[in-house]
C-alpha cells in the first residue's frame, strides 16, 4: 500500500446534529496516532468575523439572512489565507464546515447561485481535496440534538433542517467537486473506518 500522500484540504459536511463534529475529532485522534502532521479548524471561525456569526446563530444579537450570508463569505475569505499556509507548511487541514454549508444554510431566503458567486473567489484560493458529506433525516437529527440540553440555535427547527437536508443533497452534486456521502445513522466507529479505509486508498494515508 502506498504512503506517500501530500497534504490535504478535508472537510466534513452535515446538518446540525449529523455528527460530523465528532468525526472530525475521531479523525484526528486517527491522524495522531499515525504521525501525521494536521490541524483542525472550523467554521465559522474563531476569528473577529467568526465571533459575530457564532454570536448571530446562538440568537445573542438579529442579523438578517443576506446579512449572514456576506458574513459567512468574509469570515470564510480569511480562513482560505490560514488553510494555504498550513496547506503550504506541510500540514492535513480538517474542517467542520465550509463553502457546501453556506448553499445549504443560507440559500433558502436568498437566490443560491448569488451566494455560490460571493464564495467563487475563495474557491480560487483553496478547495477541498475531498468533502465527507454525513447524512441524517432532520428527525433523528433533532433527536441528538435536544440531549445537548442547550437551547436551539438558528437553523435547528425541523423543518429547516429538512430543506438543508436536501439543499445539502442538492448542492453536493452541483458543485462537482470530489465528495463521499457517509449514512450518518450508521454507529459511530463504522463511520470513522469508513473515513480512515477511503484516505487510505485514495489519498495514501498511512491509516
Given amino acids: 500500500m502506498k504512503t506517500d500522500y501530500k497534504p490535504s484540504f478535508i472537510v466534513f459536511e452535515g446538518i446540525d446534529g449529523s455528527g ?5 475529532e475521531r479523525l484526528s485522534e486517527r491522524f495522531t ?20 456569526l457564532r454570536r448571530a446563530l446562538a440568537k445573542d444579537i438579529p442579523l438578517d439572512e443576506l446579512t449572514l450570508a456576506l458574513l459567512f463569505a468574509a469570515d470564510r475569505s480569511e480562513h482560505a489565507l490560514i ?5 503550504a507548511a506541510g500540514k492535513t487541514v480538517l474542517c467542520d464546515r465550509h463553502l457546501l454549508s453556506s448553499l ?7 437566490d443560491g ?19 465527507f458529506l454525513f447524512d441524517l433525516p432532520a ?10 440540553g442547550d437551547a436551539p440555535e ?25 465528495l463521499l456521502k457517509i449514512d450518518a445513522s ?5 463511520q470513522t473506518d469508513l473515513l480512515c479505509t477511503y484516505l487510505k486508498e485514495v489519498f495514501h494515508y498511512p491509516l
Fill in 20 to 24: 460530523k463534529s465528532t468525526q472530525v
Fill in 33 to 52: 496516532a499515525a504521525g501525521i502532521r494536521h490541524t483542525c479548524h472550523r467554521e465559522p471561525t474563531d476569528g473577529p468575523v467568526g465571533q459575530l
Fill in 83 to 87: 488553510i494555504q499556509k498550513e496547506l
Fill in 104 to 110: 445549504a444554510y443560507n440559500a433558502p431566503a436568498l
Fill in 113 to 131: 447561485q448569488w451566494v455560490h458567486a460571493i464564495n467563487t473567489p475563495i474557491r480560487e484560493r483553496v478547495r477541498p481535496d475531498i468533502t
Fill in 139 to 148: 428527525e433523528e437529527a433533532l433527536t441528538r440534538i435536544s440531549t445537548r
Fill in 154 to 178: 438558528h437553523y435547528e427547527k425541523r423543518e429547516v433542517l429538512q430543506q438543508v437536508r436536501a439543499r445539502y443533497l442538492h448542492w453536493s452534486e452541483a458543485l462537482k467537486d470530489p
Fill in 186 to 190: 450508521l454507529p459511530i466507529h463504522e
